[in-house]
């Protein structure tokens, strides 16, 4: 029962957000990879100003899946090492944070290019 | 010649009347279903991973690392370009969005070459996204440090 009640709130945020990228989608000339940015970006400044944390909390991997809370990892873990070791964790913490995230994107990336082909457009 | 910003006003008028209509609402209901199905499947490898005992952090990181892997899959068969017709940025902004974006650029540009081709179209998209995702940690980590 508890699983079910998270999967709704972790549906419920993780959609709406997805809703507020398709809007700028269609209603904007932003392209793809803009709208990644952007919500990278707001992910990281959101957890900065402390609203993106309560977010987690309540939605799980409604908040974390999309881009934004990849964003958010990388403020989070900046911040996180400040506090432990000071200015030079600014450098630090972000890229660790994320880093087996990053790694896996590019081995594994890189090896599923390597092994397929795309399908030829018609 | 005279006039551009008439000349710059049919043009935008012109533009309008051939793009296709935005169906914002339908796609938006799309988007909400398609994207709030893959953060499910997310949530619940957590749930999995946390039953096989590791800790919430683990689990939240190995749950993202998991997605990206799915989506390599699933663009290495070209069937991610279908789910992202149908859940528009309900595909795009989930994190599987971004691995697809990875994948997708690189294998078109396989036959310029293993190097320069491949390794550098990997981050066609995911290089802007890397970039300003660690100036923005870097400036918030500083300014955390001062206030």
């Known amino acids: ?122 | 010649m005279a006039n551009i910003n008439q000349i710059k006003k049919d043009y935008q008028q012109i533009v309008d009347k051939h793009s296709p209509k935005n169906k914002v609402v339908t796609n938006s209901i799309k988007a909400f279903f398609v994207g709030g199905l893959i953060c499910t499947l997310g949530q619940l490898l957590i749930n999995l991973y946390m039953y096989f005992g590791l800790s919430f952090y683990e689990s939240t990181t190995l749950a993202t690392d998991s997605l990206i892997f799915i989506s390599f899959v699933v663009t290495a068969f070209n069937v991610y370009d279908n789910i992202g017709k149908v859940g528009g940025a309900g595909a795009l902004v989930p994190i599987t969005g971004f691995a697809n974006s990875m994948v997708s650029a690189a294998m078109e540009y396989k036959k310029e070459g293993y190097i320069y081709g491949m390794g550098a179209k990997l981050f066609t998209i995911a290089g802007p996204v890397i970039v300003f995702g660690t100036i923005a940690s870097v400036v918030i980590g500083i300014i955390y440090y001062f206030v």
């Open chain 1, 1 to 122: 029962m508890d699983l079910l009640i998270e999967c709704i709130k972790c549906f419920v945020v993780g959609g709406l957000i997805c809703v507020v990228g398709q809007i700028l989608l269609d209603r904007t000339q932003l392209t793809n990879g803009k709208i990644m940015v952007l919500f990278l970006i707001s992910g990281a400044v959101l957890q900065a100003i402390g609203v993106y944390q309560p977010l987690v909390d309540f939605a799980g991997a409604g908040a974390t899946v999309p881009i934004s809370g990849f964003g958010y990892s990388l403020a989070k873990g900046a911040m996180e090492e400040v506090k432990s070791e000071g200015l030079l964790g600014a450098f630090t913490g972000g890229i660790r944070n994320t880093a087996s995230g990053i790694t896996v994107a590019i081995v594994f990336g890189y090896l599923a290019a390597l092994l397929s082909n795309p399908k030829s457009k018609s």
